[in-house]
T-cell receptor
C-alpha cells in the first residue's frame, strides 16, 4: 500500500538557519503530494502542495519539489523563524478509480517536530 | 467563510462507554474524512464520506463507525471504548478536486 517516510526528528535550529526535512513516498502512479503544518493545540494547515512530477510547491518561504525519479518531496526553507516552530507532516493523496486525486484519503508521514531558537 | 468545526473539543470517557464526535464541514464541501492522531501511530485515516455514502475506509475495527447527513455534517462513533482509543480525532472536508481542510480536532481521553 501507499506509505510516506519522513526524516526522524526532532529538528532544532537557530533563527535564520537553513531547513531541510526529507520526505520519500511509495505509491502507485502519480499521487499528489502535500506538506501540512500543525501548531500546538491546533489542527493541520496545508502549507504547500504539488500534483505532478517536477512541480514545485511554495508558500511562506517554504518550498518542495515533486521528484518522481527519487520518489521524494523534501521541504526546504532558506531562513527559519521562531514562528516556524511546529510539527510538519508530509502526505500523499492517491489516485481514485477515475484517475483523479482522492483528496479525502491522505496518507501521512510520522511528522517532524521543528523547534527554532532565537 | 467558516472553517471546519469539530465538537466537542475535549472529552473524557470511561472504558466500555461509547462516544459520538461531530464535524461540520466548510459550506459547500461534500467530502468529510476522519483521522486518528496518536503519538505512537501518528495520523491514520479512519474513513471518508461523500454525499452521505462511505467512500473509503481505513484499517480500524468495527467499533469505529461514522455517518454523514444530508447537510454534509458528519459524526463518528466509537463503541466499547478502550484505553488505546485515547487520541486526537481530526476531521477534514474538501470540495471535489481540491485539497482537504482540517478542523482543530476533538481530544478524547479514555480512563
Amino acid at each position: 500500500g501507499d506509505s510516506v517516510t519522513q526524516m526522524e526528528g526532532p529538528v532544532t535550529l537557530s533563527e535564520e538557519a537553513f531547513l531541510t526535512i526529507n520526505c520519500t513516498y511509495t505509491a502507485t502512479g502519480y499521487p499528489s503530494l502535500f506538506w501540512y503544518v500543525q501548531y500546538p493545540g491546533e489542527g493541520l494547515q496545508l502549507l504547500l502542495k504539488a500534483t505532478k512530477a517536477d512541480d514545485k510547491g511554495s508558500n511562506k518561504g517554504f518550498e518542495a519539489t515533486y521528484r518522481k525519479e527519487t520518489t521524494s518531496f523534501h521541504l526546504e526553507k532558506g531562513s527559519v523563524q521562531v514562528s516556524d516552530s511546529a510539527v510538519y507532516f508530509c502526505a500523499l493523496s492517491p489516485l481514485n478509480n477515475a484517475g483523479g486525486t482522492s483528496y479525502g484519503k491522505l496518507t501521512f508521514g510520522q511528522g517532524t517536530i521543528l523547534t527554532v531558537h532565537p | 467563510k467558516a472553517g471546519v468545526t469539530q465538537t466537542p473539543r475535549y472529552l473524557i470517557k470511561t472504558r466500555g462507554q461509547q462516544v459520538t464526535l461531530s464535524c461540520s464541514p466548510i459550506s459547500g464541501h461534500r467530502s468529510v474524512s476522519w483521522y486518528q492522531q496518536t503519538p505512537g501511530q501518528g495520523l491514520q485515516f479512519l474513513f471518508e464520506y461523500f454525499s452521505e455514502t462511505q467512500r473509503n475506509k481505513g484499517n480500524f475495527p468495527g467499533r469505529f463507525s461514522g455517518r454523514q447527513f444530508s447537510n454534509s455534517r458528519s459524526e463518528m462513533n466509537v463503541s466499547t471504548l478502550e484505553l488505546g482509543d485515547s487520541a486526537l480525532y481530526l476531521c477534514a472536508s474538501s470540495l471535489a478536486g481540491n485539497e482537504a481542510f482540517f478542523g482543530q480536532g476533538t481530544r478524547l481521553t479514555v480512563v
